[in-house]
């Protein structure tokens, strides 16, 4: 009838889908920092060695925010600052290379990068207006070329297909960016869904069996840190293979599932309910005495006996009884569960319909055991 339950150890992930994202971001943004650097370098040296001194050592200047950035990140772990660091370090690169026109006047290229890697980092709507201030950056250039800083001078055909292809790039990153988003909402949406049915029982909507496994190793490392005791109560609903048999198994489904909404009454918002197998149940009561526990099993077992259990207008007749335990009286979780295991034999053992063990209130003489 009662099996006691093995403890297996938790091993759920804590991290939440949206932290692992900015780590993965992090690590994305690093990569490319160092790509920059090297490619700054590169470049830099490159133009260095075709005579152009000024534009070389520009570049190379530019090596110092990326790479400070890196460190400054490495160091306070700032990844809002890590993002805006390289945002603003590019969008200023890009500004010099339109301005000036880099090598050939082939440095406006270098902007078609910036499209992706702004929608990626912010949102749709951030990446949106800050790209709408590079447009208008980069036509006040193309329109202004004798403006203080402005060495570049494009033609007309090479600002036509400038404008036109990076257009055709932004409107193509923000789609793919907002389907993305949209995927990623919606894998989210699916992954809580199955997060809660992994760790709920489907007919009675309590925790299952998993979830109170669970929960179990966290209030027993709580009481070994910081001696917060807590206790359990195993139920067992009584001779429920005669409601299946003499009303049928939708009648018993039917009890379990009135049966857990009735405990939902009578438990606190920190206790825990669980299914613990078919009929068993198990309430985790954190901060609670087995006085306490006791008193609340009491009331529980008062309420079932007291309440008339419907299955298309026939009364069925349920009672239940119960084993508890406190930590306290045992040394680990899986003792603990023995005793109340212990105790909810006795409890059927006696007659059923009652509570065990049987003790004696601290305040009055009146046992808290109820007899049927
Ligand atoms: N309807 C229904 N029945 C279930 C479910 N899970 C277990 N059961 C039934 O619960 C009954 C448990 O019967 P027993 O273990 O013999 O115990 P009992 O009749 O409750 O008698 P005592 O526990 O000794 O009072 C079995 O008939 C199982 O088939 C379920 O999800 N739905």
């Known amino acids: ?9 938790a091993t759920a992930d804590h991290l939440t889908s949206g932290e692992q994202e900015e780590r993965q971001i992090s690590r994305l943004l690093n990569g490319l920092s160092v790509m920059a650097a090297l490619f700054l370098a590169g470049i830099g040296t490159k133009a260095w060695y075709a005579e152009h001194p000024v534009h070389a050592w520009v570049l190379w200047l530019f090596i110092v925010p990326v790479v400070f950035n890196m460190i400054w990140y490495a160091w306070k772990r700032d990844r809002a600052v890590q993002k805006a660091g390289l ?10 290379l339109l301005a000036s026109g880099g090598e050939g006047n082939t440095g406006p290229l270098w902007f078609y990068v910036f499209p992706p890697l702004l929608f990626y980092l912010t949102s749709l709507k951030g990446g949106t207006a800050i790209l709408l201030f590079c447009y208008l950056l980069a036509v006040i250039v193309f329109q202004f070329p004798g403006l203080p800083l ?4 494009y033609s007309t055909d090479f600002k036509i297909r400038f404008f036109a292809t990076l257009t055709f790039e932004s409107i193509f990153c ?10 990623r909402g919606r894998l989210l949406a699916l992954a809580k869904t199955h ?14 069996r998993r979830e109170m496994q669970n929960r179990l190793d966290t209030e027993f490392s709580r009481f070994k840190r910081a001696g917060h005791h807590f206790s359990v109560v195993l139920i067992d609903l009584d001779l429920f293979k005669r409601i299946n048999d003499d009303h049928g198994h939708n009648a018993g489904d039917s009890v ?8 939902h009454t009578v438990v606190r918002q920190s206790d825990l309910a669980a299914r613990w197998g078919g009929e068993e149940f ?3 009561l954190p901060d609670t005495s087995l006085l306490q526990a006791l008193a609340l099993a009491e009331r529980l077992r008062a309420e079932v006996a007291s309440t008339q259990f419907q299955y298309q207008g026939e009364t069925l007749p349920v009672t239940i009884s119960a084993g508890v335990c406190s930590i306290s009286k045992a040394g680990s979780v899986t003792e603990l569960l023995k005793q109340a295991d212990i105790q909810l034999y006795n409890a059927k053992d006696a007659g059923r319909n009652r509570i065990a063990p049987r003790v004696r209130s601290q305040s009055t003489t009146e046992p808290t055991e109820t007899r049927a």
Request: charged share 20%; no cysteine.
């Open 1 to 9: 009838m009662i099996r006691t339950a093995m403890i297996h150890e």
């Open 87 to 96: 945002l603003i370090t590019v969008g200023l690169l890009f500004a010099y």
């Open 150 to 153: 402005v060495t570049a001078e």
């Open 174 to 183: 923000f789609v793919l960016e907002a389907g993305r988003l949209r995927a």
């Open 195 to 208: 997060e809660r049915a992994a760790r709920t029982d489907e007919l009675t909507g309590l925790a299952n």
């Open 256 to 263: 379990l599932r009135q049966f857990a909404d009735l405990t």
């Open 282 to 284: 198990l309430l985790l």
